[in-house]
């Protein structure tokens, strides 16, 4: 049976910040993100995992998109690619805790073919949160991909080019297809839209903030980002999945009662966190 999350589950397992941390307590994330089309996606996918709590984002885009996103948050370290090949990543990514990738990458030949490195080398005990184009290069890959340690954040489109199944039929059942994508990539499946559902391939969580103003470009960069800030503070993947949609809609929900749900930017629920943050931690 579908379990609603609710605010007291988030306070249960919610991560503590120990006064006597260093930045190197609340993990080490490598965002491979961005493209020249899509500056804002690395922007919101980095800025947001730091925002949540995060101790450091290296950042590895592009070389032309490092001074715009430098200009706009100073916070987040670079990782300047030439040519978005693997070689030029590896010896930050044998450092990496946690890899998020795929915000705003695009789906170029070479990148399929870097993503593809990425996910081949990747150490199960490394964790990694798959987004938007991230995901749609998985859909094509032949070879057979475990994501164990993993979290993928697919809409319905995006989960039917996964299982080769019309989107139509997701919509239908998504509890279901959500469950079989889980099995297939054995990782958690955030199958985001009007009551996200999170399963591991068992359990169904389904979230219970909402709000149309998350229905705007930018929102699943900045859960990318989210997700992958809790996990990097000891959370797991499914509790960082679950803590992380109510978090993100939460966040929508407060800015909406200021900004209107017609006003809401995806920056917009980065500056509300602290505000989801501090109900969270407020008992009723």
Do not use: W
């Amino acid at each position: 049976m579908a379990k609603n999350i609710t605010k007291n589950y988030i306070q249960e397992i919610f991560p503590e910040r120990p006064q006597n941390a260093n930045k190197g307590t609340f993990g080490r994330i490598l965002n491979i993100a961005g493209s020249k089309h899509y500056i804002g996606a690395a922007y919101l996918s980095s800025i947001s995992a730091l925002k949540i709590g995060a101790g450091f984002v290296l950042l590895a885009c592009p070389e032309i998109i490092v001074n715009p996103i430098v200009s706009m948050a100073p916070e987040i370290t670079f990782l300047p690619l030439k040519n978005s090949e693997f070689n030029e990543i590896s010896e930050e990514f044998e450092k990496a805790e946690i890899i998020s990738a795929g915000c705003g990458l695009s789906t170029e030949e070479n990148i399929k073919k870097f993503l593809f490195d990425v996910l081949k080398n990747r150490k199960e005990e490394q964790y990694i949160v798959l987004d938007a184009d991230g995901i749609n290069i998985l859909a094509g890959i032949q070879e057979e991909i475990s994501l164990k340690n993993g979290i993928i954040t697919p809409h319905p489109k995006e989960l039917s080019r996964l299982l080769n199944i019309k989107t139509e039929e997701i919509l239908e059942n998504k509890e279901k297809y959500a469950r079989i994508a889980a099995k297939k990539y054995d990782c958690i499946v955030v199958l985001k839209g009007h009551n996200t559902i999170i399963t591991d391939g068992d359990d169904i969580f389904i979230n219970t903030t909402q709000t149309s103003a998350l229905a705007k470009a930018g929102s699943g960069d900045v859960l990318t980002g989210i997700i992958s800030g809790l996990i990097s503070q000891g959370l797991s993947p499914l509790n960082a999945a679950i803590s992380g949609v109510y978090i993100h809609g939460l966040a929508g929900d407060i800015a909406a009662e200021d900004l209107t749900q017609y006003c809401v930017l995806a920056s917009d629920t980065i500056d509300y966190l602290p505000f989801a943050i501090n109900e969270i931690l407020t008992e009723d």
